[in-house]
């Protein structure tokens, strides 16, 4: 299973990346695991609706927010910098439920090993620390191969868009979000650092030892499928 790391990137590209990685694991390639750092954007799964929505898209555009309508779970959320995203794109090992312990339970231990005591709950879904979420989590899944995944908020700047009142995140209109910094974890914490040892706790969970992250631009990697190599 490769491991990259993609840096900051625009939504739109990585999701036709996990499109194209989802047809290469069908025809019997290799399981990816992507990290990236989103440019600021709001999603829509298929239960949201018009109303998720709070101002106009004038208004987004002028703050630097795409709005991307997505075929995962769940309703809107946002995802910016400050927020570590990890898209998983393999095939089910037990079902959309076991696939979904495998990401939330790896975002809980990683949040202990940086000494917040968080948990997953199933209503309202997510990761949480206390009443605050500290992460989401949505997936598809076609013919047993899984896209999209889990966010977590890591540094103060990717919970600052959720109090603008631009967007109702994942229908809750009084959800209170957090970070791990703003949990106490320490204030220099880094994306890829958090990405690296979130890829050790996936890859424990399944008895595997992952010790090298590619480091790839969207636009490298995308080129290397486009040639029909992702080397």
């Known amino acids: 299973m490769r491991i990259v790391w993609l840096g900051r990137a625009r939504y739109q590209p990585v999701l036709t990346l996990q499109e194209q990685l989802r047809a290469q694991v069908l025809a019997g390639g290799e399981e990816t695991l992507l990290f990236v750092e989103h440019e600021p954007v709001i999603t829509l799964g298929h239960r949201a609706t018009v109303a998720d929505v709070l101002v106009p898209q004038p208004v987004l ?19 910016g910098p400050g927020q570590l995203v990890v898209y998983p794109v393999v095939r089910l090992r037990g079902g959309v439920a076991r696939h979904v312990d495998w990401l939330t339970s790896a975002a809980v231990a990683l949040a202990a090993s940086y000494g917040v005591s968080a948990e997953y709950r199933s209503d309202p879904v997510g990761v949480w620390v206390g009443l605050r979420k500290l992460g989401a989590v949505g997936v598809h899944v076609e013919h047993q191969v899984a ?46 650092a958090v990405a690296a040892r979130f890829a050790s706790l996936l890859g424990s969970a399944h008895g595997l030892d992952w010790t090298t992250m590619e480091v790839r631009s969207i636009e490298s990697f995308s080129d290397g499928m486009t040639s029909g190599f992702a080397g």
């Open 61 to 79: 555009d002028r703050l630097g927010i795409e709005t991307v309508t997505v075929r995962r779970g769940g309703q809107a959320t946002y995802h």
């Open 147 to 192: 896209i999209h995944g889990l966010s977590l908020n890591v540094q103060p700047a990717a919970t600052e868009v959720f109090r603008q009142r631009l967007f109702v995140p994942c229908g809750q209109h009084s959800a209170q979000v957090t970070s791990l910094i703003e949990e106490g974890a320490d204030p220099s914490l880094s994306l890829p």
